[in-house]
């Protein structure tokens, strides 16, 4: 088993910034791909970012892009998600993601692929 612990989450007013961080155990962190997701009220779980296992590789949503960095420190066991000119459409519950055992260097934006998730972080944003 593998726990992710999601935290950096908060209140802030539109056009400000957040630094998630989500910090994991259990297993060989440098073997997953890493992800978040968001639920809004209402709304579906929706992809946000993903990174590859090296780092290098990286997937976003189209509304968060220029906006939101997603970065890894494999020798910390942690993904980050860097939020800056927040907006109030970016408020949910936000979610990290483990893909264990991967192969390829490849960032994964398919939810049904993570193994491992974690229970979340609310971020509001206030306009």
């Known amino acids: 088993q593998m726990q992710l612990v999601e935290s950096g989450g908060g209140l802030v007013q539109a056009g400000g910034s957040l630094r998630l961080s989500c910090a994991a155990s259990g297993r060989t962190f440098s073997t997953c791909a890493m992800g978040w997701f968001r639920q809004a009220p209402g709304k579906e779980r929706e992809f946000v970012a993903a990174?590859?296992?090296?780092?290098?590789?990286?997937q976003y949503l189209d509304s968060v892009k220029g906006r939101f960095l997603i970065a890894r420190d494999n020798a910390k066991n942690t993904v980050y998600l860097q939020m800056n000119s927040l907006k109030p459409e970016d408020t949910a519950v936000y979610y990290c993601?483990?893909?264990?055992?991967?192969?390829?260097?490849?960032?994964?934006?398919?939810?049904?692929?993570?193994?491992?998730w974690g229970q979340g972080t609310q971020v509001t944003v206030s306009s």
């Open positions: 993601a483990a893909k264990e055992l991967v192969r390829y260097d490849y960032a994964e934006a398919r939810a049904v692929e993570y193994d491992y």
């Open positions: 990174v590859s296992l090296s780092g290098q590789n990286t």
